[in-house]
């Protein structure tokens, strides 16, 4: 007796059939994958427009600067539907040795819209120009300015806001 075998064209087939079964099946999956990671990634990343911008802005609720703990801290409210982040803050101010020197540092959370949040140097900052305010001399401040990254060119200008407080 004389077992047959599966004939090469219809084994041919059978293996493109199997082998376009499973790319269908994986690029469904990656599509959605994609998609969604996409999705995350555009509203986690995507700056606010300039014209949406001009519209919206920051609001400094207050703002304390504490020259023997050297620490800065400045509650800010989002009544707007952009997420800041990156906020940025830059003290341009003489140092103990009275020479002029710039701190520069980001806060590492965003302000989602329709919050508050206290943002403080102690917490959640990292110094990206100078490694502490060890060497800053608070009462010499001459400018404090926080940016951030979702409206780059909004610039407020902290130096009447905020209060020095000498504990």
Same mark, same amino acid.
């Given at each position: 007796? *004389?077992?047959?075998?599966?004939? =090469? !064209? ?5 293996? &493109?059939?199997?082998?376009? &079964?499973?790319? #269908? !099946? ?13 999705? $995350? ?5 995507? =700056?606010?427009?300039?014209?949406? /911008?001009? @519209? ?6 207050? /703002? ?13 409210? $989002?009544?707007? +539907? !952009? ?6 803050? #830059? ?12 701190? %520069?540092? %980001? ?5 989602? +819209? ?13 110094? #990206?120009? @100078? ?5 800053? @001399?608070?009462?010499? *401040? ?8 979702? /409206?780059?060119?909004? *610039?407020?200008?902290? *130096?009447?806001? /905020?209060?020095? &407080?000498?504990?």
């Amino acid at each position: 007796m *004389i077992k047959r075998a599966v004939s =090469p !064209i219809i084994s041919v087939i059978l293996l &493109i059939l199997v082998a376009v &079964i499973l790319i #269908t !099946i994986f690029l469904l999956w990656a599509k959605v994958e994609i998609k969604e990671d996409l999705q $995350n990634s555009s509203d986690a990343l995507s =700056p606010a427009s300039d014209l949406d /911008c001009l @519209n919206y802005s920051l609001s400094v609720d207050s /703002c304390f600067i504490y020259s023997s703990s050297k620490k800065v801290e400045v509650l800010l409210t $989002n009544a707007t +539907p !952009i997420r800041y982040f990156d906020i940025m803050l #830059t003290i341009e101010a003489e140092n103990l040795s009275q020479e002029k020197e710039k701190w %520069v540092g %980001v806060f590492s959370n965003s302000l989602f +819209p329709g919050h508050s949040k206290l943002y403080n140097t102690d917490t959640n900052f990292l110094f #990206t120009k @100078n490694e502490n305010f060890s060497n800053l @001399n608070f009462n010499e *401040i001459s400018n404090i300015i926080l940016t951030n990254g979702a /409206c780059k060119r909004e *610039i407020i200008n902290l *130096i009447n806001m /905020c209060e020095i &407080i000498n504990e």
